[in-house]
């Protein structure tokens, strides 16, 4: 049992049975629904060859699966090894970023397999998988990624799966309200997976605010090693931000559209990063966090619009600009963020995902109101907003109108669900360290001996401290 | 000259003329092999403008390159990342990890496309090679890499080629038993690749038994880093096993089944592997050999079901089962292993390949045994399990039979294979290092100097030991 | 301000006002010109219903995008973490290795997309892109990212953006005579890319020799860490190379039968790379900088070639060759080249891609001269070489002797270019580091500081040195 000098208060971070216990708990739930629930979509279903006749496809290429699996492979490899690797930046906590994270999201996209599934793939009783699930359902679980960063080495991994659950639940609303109800356009979810994500995690942070959180400053930073780590985990998200951004485009000009789009916008982050990373700082010296973090958010901000006709250089400005947001934001609002408004972010999200998030939800909007005919052929403006059915008569002013909507209803569920499951994750019992103890993976990793002897002194969690 | 004190036996590890001979002539080998017998398949052929006529085929995009390309490169980071970097968790044996890893694939692969190509793409004294044999060369490979993880840090790179050699002989020959004599589905290999390769590579292990491995126990560990660098290992096997195992399965519906039943299993195999790694601890810790490998057993145990209507939740269920398998496994059947049955498995690969191979096996022939027309459909049925021309006839039940043949045929290879392919490395030609220096780089790799006097101490084995 | 004790001159390294200049403005003029010229191709167009129409295409799945966008992403991949990581073997220079390369792709992709589509997709006064320009700028960045290798550590990050801008203008001029004037075959760009890059690079570190380099030969080396970090960006190359040679090529087979050469060259290559790294060495030990580096020559040797009929064995000839050059290289060449010519060569770009980009040069040139209709199809042969319109009568020999004159002026335009870049980078006033400062991290990056008192010590870039 950990117990904690400075607070005075004992702080059981024992898991041997907590952490078992949901974990086979839920999967166990997790299997009883699917049973229920899933099944295979027409197009991973052995009666695919019947399927296709009826659908008059001639070949096998027509299956989904050949348009959005590339791409799905490489948002998984965001999730996973993206987000993973770009929080093992600390020095002492890159089991518990890599580890914790594949354990959120393996859980995660389970639960929103089921959860969007019932809003969007419901038919008969069951839910209908395929490829396109297994996108959304990664997308959905990168918002719980993004609030991970928040709140990253300050908690336990019980308190991670339930945040998970709850945030998976609570993200499935959201998006259902914005693309079913509203009708609103966010295919690389600027709104749905960035807004919501980074003001749901920052909610959570400040609730779980931790005033003595300096007793772990010296673990708080990284060593040169795990910030090449972490540039694995920048490098992928940015390379693969195209088809993040693409992967549930429509099929053709939309998902080429949004590749490009995205490709441009990212490149031009890279500069306005660069360049006020060094002039922000009195040495003039780039600072590795910057360009870890702020180089992507490029991605974020044309995640509504990448897949609209934005056009290249419409990328290039909104690139440009998320970058020096971002860069500015790590400079001078994360430390005001902590000391002023007690929002402890350890990742930085705010500056990543937030502003970058609502940057892409209003150009989004921009973007929508201001389409024409012209721009996208009669065909086309219908396809790309899916005027269709009862939207037959929506015109793009109107269109813009929903979309900034959508960024109101997504910061609204953020907050209010930030705040409620804040509170549930600050009851004493999912066994979350002390602040002395933060950012420091021999809480609930084994941990190597021989550097712990050597390079690292931690409080021992093991014994009680002798005072 | 090495010299090692306690067995007081020299062993001679220099490598300067060994090596190279073998690399060099089996190149030349190769080339010549190639030259007589291997020429690109229709696909790749010039000549395909024609065959496209003939074929009746309307676009390009029917080349099989676009249905089978974005697998193979998953597969093909899977083989040389994957199972290399996976291998780097030992504080001293990075390079060697991958780097001969990188070796014997890159032989293994050109060996393969001549084997393989013999029995499966033979027509008129040549081979015709495509995108589909390279994927096959690596699944081939893919075994290999396997019984290299029993034997990491015991054997000499010429050992490890002259294992290649005869490994992948075996795995072709077992792979036409099975899936042409015995007619098996077996499309992600937890029978050939899996279940022979895990087996073959523990009966080797057994049979190259060092009784005074102890001496090099300082060595066996992980530390901080390279434990982060396995995690790159064991991500990519996990992102991309999806694509491992839909890789050749029949076009459109199968492979995209393929694709979501891996995701399913191994997203549950996390959950449960986090679960006993904690259960099994005093202290309730995790332990990062089992997050980093057992979370991998789900893609083994569905490799040969995936494909079939496993369905999602038949899915959780196969992979929640293995993650448990195979964690109890390294906490309880690896050390009864070594102190018992004298095998010594590095990576344990008894429980991340050869339990979850035989599961994968075992639920293949059920699935197989349970299907049915309605669940598949009447084409379905029999494009699933080939049921054509001599196996028209053939039953669900009968197949399921055969399927379990098929286990036990791999297992007879892989266990009279290993034996004599471990007789042949035990030859005291092939300069393996002395117990005392296994596990080690410097045996075999220019080691940067600065750290080997700061961090590290080997004994030296380039000087004969002071007694 | 940095100051030299050696040399008795100051230099100023700080980059405050003037990288941040630099970046905004070209980022300005970025945009700009992507506003007055870049537009969306018809492909990526919402105007694509009416052009599928136009086009008589029956199925989205048509789109280029389905042909090109996975090897787009493997190529994405190879520029910024397989170059990137690929050099951050030097101990103290990982930051700048995979940040700077970050920095210049990022600008230079931007830069050839508007360079290249003036030359290749300029109409109507627009230049319409695709995912076919996505590809070739990055090709264009992946020989800046060549010449990067030999000045690596020894420049200022506002001399690479200088080196950008200029790499690029000559890159597509030269690409723009090949292709264009000379109508070359060049898919894979043993000629454009990697001859003219490493020679323009190995030209421009001629012009820069510093005589007291010395002085850093500390830092010059490697760690164990950062040799395993080198490898990830080496199998990263390794992997996807075969993307890289078959990205552009024609549609169907020539994409297929370039990717199974690469994959069998590299494979090769490998082998013939171990032997030759014990043969070389004393003791006979592998050396990690051949197998990061030669082990790739075998991809570069056959990127002129790999889509032509090489045949499967003719590209083990080539690999199994580039793999003994390249070693041989590292071991005699590059010291002499520093020695005797006062090329100072960081990365050994010349044995990786001076020497085996004329290999690849040189195959080219024979393979297309030996190119008969019997061995392509009558159809085949024309489409192969694009032998129509005013190319109608020329013949295979003729190509080949065209191929040829491509070397040459690659070569030229190399060394002519380098030779006037290399002059503009000396002036005094883009911040290069004193060569006591090379290979340093410290002088442009914040480093963590608890590694900076404990592991390393630096000449202390921001206090006068006292003398």
Redesign the interface.
Known sequence: VERSRHQGMAKNT????R???V??L??VA??VL??VF???GA????????E?REMNLT?????????R???F??V??MI??GF??LM?FL?RY??GA??FN??LA??G??WA?LMQGWFHSFKDGKIF???EN?INADFCVGSVCIAFGAILGKTS?IQLLVMTLFQVTLFSVNEYILLNLLHVKDAGGSMTIHTFGAYFGLTVTRVLYRPNLEQSKDKQ?????S???A??GT??L???W??FNSAISD???????S??NT??S???????T???S??L????????VH?QNA?LAGGVAVGTSAEM?L???GS??VG?ISGIVSTVGYVYFTPFLESRLHIQDTCGIHNLHAMPGLIGGIVGAITAAAATED???K???I??FDFTGVYQTRTPSVQGGFQAAGIMVSLLMAFVGGAIVGGILKLPIWGDAAAENCFEDGV????????ESD?YHMHNP?KPASP
Chains 1, 2, 3 share one sequence.
């Open positions: 024992y898991m041997r049975w952490l078992p216990l974990c086979l839920w999967e997790m299997i699917f049973g899933v099944r295979f197009e991973a279903d052995a009666h695919w060859e019947e296709k070949s096998d290429i027509e299956n989904d699966f050949y348009f699996y590339p791409s492979q490489d998984h490899v996973f090894v993973g690797f093992t020095k890159g089991f890599v580890g594949f354990l393996a859980f996209i389970q397999l998988i395929g490829v297994l991994p930073g990284s060593v040169y090693h910030d090449l780590f540039m694995i490098l992928y940015w390379m693969y195209p088809s099929h053709g000009d939309a998902q080429h559209r590749a490009i490709y441009c990212l490149a031009a982050c890279v500069l306005t660069m360049a006020f060094s002039m700082q009195k040495k003039g010296k780039l600072d590795m360009i180089t006709m056009t290249p250089y290039l400005i440009s721009v996208y052929g065909e086309g403006f396809k790309a609930y990793w084994e941990v190597p001996e021989d550097e390079v093991d």
